[in-house]
């Protein structure tokens, strides 16, 4: 079993920057790939960045590219987020996820683990 657990959310004014953190607990080769997904209430679960565990690939959704990165450290088991010029369209609670196979995937139904999501507020 894995367990993932996010911090680093909270309030920050348009153009601001928040870095959020994911530790993964549990079977190590069940996190080759780790992603960020974010999701506002009514709307569906959208894929913001991946991570490969091997080679360090990284993934991006067009829409952040440029001003999101997603780091990992493979020693303390921690895929992070760093955000900045963050728009307030952007508000929406952000979860972390991993599986086991090493091939990036955007798509919700790949992924075997969640965190429990942190929120992430935009203000105009």
């Known amino acids: 079993q894995v367990q993932l657990v996010e911090s680093g959310g909270g309030l920050v004014q348009a153009g601001g920057s928040l870095r959020l953190s994911c530790v993964a607990s549990g079977r190590a080769f069940s996190t080759n790939y780790m992603s960020w997904f974010r999701q506002v209430p009514g709307k569906e679960r959208e894929f913001v960045a991946g991570h490969s565990w091997s080679g360090g690939r990284t993934y991006y959704a067009d829409s952040v590219k440029g001003r999101f990165t997603i780091s990992r450290d493979n020693a303390k088991n921690t895929v992070s987020l760093q955000m900045n010029s963050l728009k307030p369209e952007e508000t929406a609670v952000y979860y972390c996820?991993?599986?086991?196979?090493?091939?990036?995937?955007?798509?919700?139904?790949?992924?075997?683990?969640w965190g429990q999501g942190t929120q992430v507020t935009v203000s105009s």
């Open positions: 996820a991993a599986r086991a196979q090493s091939l990036r995937s955007n798509n919700v139904g790949d992924y075997a683990y």
